[in-house]
């Protein structure tokens, strides 16, 4: 999409010339007028999900935390092969994902 069809929330995200102080009073000042009530949402809310999706969060949450026990115990291979099965159950691994988010839904 052209910088000019961009929507306005996205392109108040995306702009480097608008303070991150100016950028949020906007986005909150949209929040307070449209109603969004991004304050209240939580990470997990904003996983986006395939509406066929058979994935349940707490599963993957939970294959997760045991792939982080195999990795700080040095077991790579099982972490690797645990990786592989979330991704055949369509779930990309994020390592080092700055915001922490972990995974997500392949589209």
């Given at each position: 999409m052209s910088e000019s069809r961009r929507p306005i929330l996205e392109e108040v995200l995306v702009?480097?010339?608008?303070?991150?102080?100016?950028r949020l009073a906007i986005v909150r000042r949209m929040d307070e007028v449209l109603?969004?009530?991004?304050?209240?949402l939580l990470r997990a809310e904003l996983r986006i999900r395939p509406?066929?999706?058979?994935?349940v969060e707490?599963?993957?949450?939970?294959?997760?935390?045991?792939?982080?026990?195999?990795?700080?115990?040095?077991?790579?291979?099982e972490a690797d092969r645990a990786r592989s099965l979330l991704e055949e159950a369509?779930?990309?691994?994020?390592?080092?994902?700055?915001?922490?988010w972990e995974w997500r839904v392949t589209a």
């Open positions: 702009r480097d010339d608008i303070a991150p102080a100016e109603g969004f009530r991004f304050d209240g509406a066929g999706a058979t994935l707490a599963e993957v949450e939970a294959q997760l935390a045991a792939r982080r026990i195999l990795r700080s115990n040095k077991e790579f291979a369509g779930v990309v691994v994020l390592d080092g994902d700055p915001l922490g």
